[in-house]
């Protein structure tokens, strides 16, 4: 029987919290730090988990103090010291271990996502196969993690390189993929033999208990490594103020961080300050153009899911859309006509496809984004309103912050497309000349994920050339969103240049060392320098 096989179903109610997170629970209050296998109570005080859904309290959870921290990125150093030393392959068992219980759990993890964040179940679900698909991606890594040799100019030498762990990892990630973007990080910072101390957002700390539940229950499988393992991976609950800490600690050597470019700039600088690494995935502020070839049908449907999956609450989200003006009637007609049907409510029932928003904060940021467009002479084709999902049994949606998808035609020229919305607010903006929908799609700050829905092999090449779209991902019929852990994730400009997940994204986690070797009998220099005496 395969783990999937004897997978745990969450067998809870609405707010029953997973059976994952049981164990980090001291006193009535979740844990505010995990080291290892060390449950602690945050010294910092504490504060409550809401769930999305109804808005309700669903926990209460500590925060981790400043002394708590600097400990633990104590233990995280020395921890390291005998990691690195593990080889690789011996490194990937561990995450093939995580492999099989995020298998098992699939369920309750899902659950817990979808409970703590709001995404409906099949997209909740679809993020935990994420961190599957990296662990796997991961394990192959262990047995890769590969140098170049290179040819010497001088005879009877070698030059190679080899790549080495880095140290401790910090990792600062946002709400909306609360296990995934962790999970990019962790299980390739792991095989690569470095240790982890992970700030999740204070909108889900739950989910980052959840995923360290998983860590320790396959440790277990690791006796021999019992002396060190505690300081492996660790959690620390807080605000930015302890973000800022993880930044600017020289013990640190590299700071992964997910969330706004405002938090971005200020983890870029921190870092900077002690000339540290920080390999940042910031805003987007994504576009897709539909040429006068596209297949609408695919255009539709790629266009749908891109701006309102999630709620439009993914950096890779759709939020400007270069319709050519000989399609503008059809695809506005096609997106009214799905809008329309949008199920919107409980992100628990399979029927939903657009779940509540993170909280009251993100709703007005959308209100207040659409009244400014409105006033700038734009002309909204729908949605934008607050919606109140009907009450199912007990479940009450009042204090859940549901909205309908919102669709605006624009021109292209108004300050606020310059801004990322995170909300399912979608632009629509026509063009006469692809040159135009290229030069709009470049001219924001952010750099993520475009996309160009084009049946003229032409026009894709363009879009895709060095002259196309200047962003990190760069897509022909698909849409910005959904991409798969294979390809190396991340963008240019303010979205903060680090690449994440797949290709050679392992890189960031290690460092590098040329090795030269001189196996002859003579001492030849480079450059042919003559140096005798
Ligand atoms: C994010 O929103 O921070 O490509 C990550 C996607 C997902 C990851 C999104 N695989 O939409």
Same mark, same amino acid.
């Given at each position: 029987?395969?783990?999937?096989?004897?997978?745990?179903?969450?067998?809870?109610?609405?707010?029953?919290?997973?059976?994952?997170?049981?164990?980090?629970?001291?006193?009535?209050?979740?844990?505010?730090?995990?080291?290892?296998?060390?449950?602690?109570?945050?010294?910092?005080?504490?504060?409550?988990?809401?769930?999305?859904?109804?808005?309700?309290?669903?926990?209460?959870?500590?925060?981790?103090?400043?002394?708590?921290?600097?400990?633990?990125?104590?233990?995280?150093?020395?921890?390291?010291?005998?990691?690195?030393?593990?080889?690789?392959?011996?490194?990937?068992?561990?995450?093939?271990?995580?492999?099989?219980?995020?298998?098992?759990?699939?369920?309750?993890?899902?659950?817990?996502?979808?409970?703590?964040?709001?995404?409906?179940?099949?997209?909740?679900?679809?993020?935990?196969?994420?961190?599957?698909?990296?662990?796997?991606?991961?394990?192959?890594?262990?047995?890769?993690?590969?140098?170049?040799?290179?040819?010497?100019?001088?005879?009877?030498?070698?030059?190679?390189?080899?790549?080495?762990?880095?140290?401790?990892?910090?990792?600062?990630?946002?709400?909306?993929?609360?296990?995934?973007?962790?999970?990019?990080?962790?299980?390739?910072?792991?095989?690569?033999?470095?240790?982890?101390?992970?700030?999740?957002?204070?909108?889900?700390?739950?989910?980052?208990?959840?995923?360290?539940?998983?860590?320790?229950?396959?440790?277990?499988?690791?006796?021999?490594?019992?002396?060190?393992?505690?300081?492996?991976?660790?959690?620390?609950?807080?605000?930015?103020?302890?973000?800022?800490?993880?930044?600017? %600690?020289?013990? *640190?050597?590299?700071? $992964? @961080?997910?969330? #706004?470019?405002?938090?971005?700039?200020? =983890?870029?600088?921190? +870092?900077?300050?002690?000339?540290?690494?920080?390999?940042?995935?910031?805003?987007?502020? %994504?576009?897709? *153009?539909?040429?006068? $070839? @596209?297949?609408? #049908?695919?255009?539709?449907?790629?266009? =749908?899911?891109?701006? +309102?999956?999630?709620?439009?609450?993914?950096?890779?989200?759709?939020?400007?859309?270069?319709?050519?003006?000989?399609?503008?009637?059809?695809?506005?007609?096609?997106?009214?006509?799905?809008?329309?049907?949008?199920?919107?409510?409980?992100?628990?029932?399979?029927?939903?496809?657009?779940?509540?928003?993170?909280?009251?904060?993100?709703?007005?940021?959308?209100?207040?984004?659409?009244?400014?467009?409105?006033?700038?002479?734009?002309?909204?084709?729908?949605?934008?309103?607050?919606?109140?999902?009907?009450?199912?049994?007990?479940?009450?949606?009042?204090?859940?912050?549901?909205?309908?998808?919102?669709?605006?035609?624009?021109?292209?020229?108004?300050?606020?497309?310059?801004?990322?919305?995170?909300?399912?607010?979608?632009?629509?903006?026509?063009?006469?000349?692809?040159?135009?929908?290229?030069?709009?799609?470049?001219?924001?700050?952010?750099?993520?994920?475009?996309?160009?829905?084009?049946?003229?092999?032409?026009?894709?090449?363009?879009?895709?050339?060095?002259?196309?779209?200047?962003?990190?991902?760069?897509?022909?019929?698909?849409?910005?969103?959904?991409?798969?852990?294979?390809?190396?994730?991340?963008?240019?400009?303010?979205?903060?240049?680090?690449?994440?997940?797949?290709?050679?994204?392992?890189?960031?986690?290690?460092?590098?060392?040329?090795?030269?070797?001189?196996?002859?009998?003579?001492?030849?220099?480079?450059?042919?320098?003559?140096?005798?005496?």
């Amino acid at each position: 029987m395969t783990a999937s096989d004897q997978k745990v179903s969450t067998g809870t109610s609405l707010y029953e919290l997973p059976e994952l997170v049981q164990p980090f629970i001291i006193e009535g209050c979740y844990a505010g730090a995990i080291q290892g296998g060390k449950i602690q109570t945050g010294e910092a005080g504490f504060f409550d988990v809401f769930t999305p859904i109804t808005g309700k309290k669903i926990a209460k959870i500590g925060i981790a103090s400043e002394d708590q921290l600097q400990h633990i990125i104590d233990q995280a150093q020395q921890s390291f010291r005998y990691w690195r030393r593990i080889p690789a392959p011996k490194r990937g068992e561990l995450v093939l271990e995580v492999a099989n219980l995020v298998r098992k759990y699939k369920d309750q993890l899902a659950h817990l996502i979808t409970l703590e964040m709001g995404k409906v179940l099949s997209e909740a679900e679809g993020e935990v196969q994420e961190w599957i698909d990296m662990c796997d991606f991961a394990v192959g890594l262990s047995r890769q993690l590969y140098g170049l040799t290179i040819a010497s100019e001088r005879p009877q030498h070698r030059l190679m390189e080899q790549w080495h762990p880095l140290g401790v990892v910090g990792v600062i990630t946002a709400f909306n993929f609360p296990m995934a973007v962790w999970a990019w990080n962790a299980m390739i910072a792991l095989v690569c033999g470095n240790t982890l101390v992970w700030k999740p957002s204070e909108k889900t700390p739950l989910c980052a208990l959840a995923c360290h539940s998983i860590l320790l229950q396959a440790l277990e499988k690791f006796p021999a490594w019992s002396s060190f393992s505690a300081g492996l991976s660790a959690v620390v609950i807080g605000d930015g103020a302890l973000g800022r800490s993880i930044a600017l %600690n020289g013990r *640190v050597p590299l700071v $992964s @961080a997910t969330g #706004s470019v405002e938090m971005g700039r200020s =983890v870029a600088k921190n +870092v900077a300050t002690r000339l540290g690494r920080s390999l940042l995935e910031l805003g987007g502020n %994504n576009a897709m *153009v539909i040429t006068p $070839s @596209a297949d609408l #049908s695919l255009a539709i449907r790629a266009v =749908v899911f891109s701006a +309102v999956g999630t709620s439009g609450q993914r950096c890779t989200s759709l939020r400007r859309l270069f319709v050519h003006e000989s399609q503008i009637i059809a695809v506005m007609d096609a997106l009214k006509n799905v809008y329309r049907q949008i199920k919107i409510g409980n992100p628990l029932d399979g029927n939903t496809l657009v779940g509540p928003l993170i909280d009251e904060g993100a709703w007005l940021m959308m209100h207040e984004t659409l009244q400014t467009v409105l006033q700038a002479g734009a002309e909204k084709i729908c949605g934008g309103d607050r919606i109140q999902p009907e009450s199912v049994g007990d479940l009450d949606f009042t204090h859940g912050c549901y909205v309908t998808p919102a669709i605006v035609k624009i021109e292209p020229n108004v300050t606020a497309l310059a801004d990322e919305t995170f909300a399912p607010l979608l632009y629509v903006i026509s063009y006469k000349k692809l040159e135009d929908a290229v030069r709009w799609n470049n001219q924001v700050s952010q750099g993520l994920s475009s996309a160009i829905f084009t049946n003229d092999v032409r026009e894709a090449e363009f879009f895709m050339s060095s002259c196309g779209a200047d962003t990190g991902l760069v897509n022909v019929n698909i849409g910005t969103s959904g991409a798969e852990i294979g390809g190396a994730f991340g963008g240019e400009k303010d979205t903060g240049g680090g690449r994440e997940s797949g290709s050679d994204a392992w890189k960031s986690y290690m460092r590098r060392a040329t090795n030269t070797i001189n196996y002859g009998l003579d001492l030849p220099l480079a450059q042919g320098i003559k140096f005798d005496f």
